[in-house]
């Protein structure tokens, strides 16, 4: 159990926290330059899209989280 969590932290959990921080910038901004804003705020919404998309492919894989976690770490070094 806490091999997926770790395995999801690692694959899709920075997508989710940056895509979230981009887009609360790009609304949080009024004075930012309107095209800015809508760029900034598309980027964040891709980020949020990947990070369900990685989840997706978390959820579905057959391979068990330990298998998967141990070979990110060697990939790492």
Do not use: H, N, Q
């Not at 919404?45 to 998967?68: F, N």
């Amino acid at each position: 159990m806490l091999d997926g969590m770790e395995l999801w932290l690692r694959k899709a959990g920075g997508r989710l926290l940056t895509g979230v921080l981009i887009t609360g910038y790009a609304l949080g901004r009024e004075r930012f330059w309107l095209p800015l804003r809508l760029a900034a705020l598309l980027v964040g919404i891709g980020y949020v899209v990947e990070c369900g998309v990685e989840t997706w492919k978390l959820i579905r894989s057959r391979e068990l989280a330990k298998t998967a976690l141990d070979r990110l770490e060697a990939a790492e070094r």
